[in-house]
């Protein structure tokens, strides 16, 4: 809790988590994390098969109906591709692209979906 600051001037008693504690956590969720393991994989599977694309549009002929349609969709996944990275690189090595977040003073109280331990029967 040493990354959450008291803030006087906020009327509704909210904390302030400083921006290398978000950096942090985003470090932390970038490099454990399975679901952004798969989804680097995915990137660059999706990244290799607009390269492949590429050379099927290069290659088919110039009076080929689709010719264009397949171009645009192998450069507009290219694009995706590198606005994905640079966009992750930047939040991972940038502390100014981190901005700060308020958090309520008080803990909020986890909901519960299935009986509450105290109804249950010893």
């Known amino acids: 809790m040493a990354d959450v ?5 906020i009327v509704d008693a ?13 470090k932390k969720v ?33 009076l080929c109906a689709v010719r264009d349609e397949v171009s645009g969709a192998t450069s507009l996944g290219a694009f995706f591709f590198w ?7 930047t939040w991972y090595n940038c502390a100014c692209c981190a901005s700060s977040v308020q958090m309520p003073h008080e803990p909020q109280p986890l909901q519960c979906y299935g009986p509450v331990q105290s109804a249950l029967p010893a």
């Not at 909210?14 to 985003?26: D, L, P, S």
């Not at 798969?38 to 099927?56: N, Q, V």
């Open 5 to 9: 600051t008291e803030n006087p001037s």
């Open 14 to 26: 909210k904390r302030m988590v400083k921006r290398t504690a978000v950096q942090a956590a985003f």
């Open 30 to 62: 970038f490099l454990e994390d399975f679901g952004v393991l798969f989804y680097f994989f995915a990137m660059l599977a999706s990244f290799g098969w607009c390269w492949y694309g590429s050379g099927w549009a290069n290659g088919l002929d110039k």
């Open 83 to 89: 606005v994905a990275c640079a966009y992750s690189m």
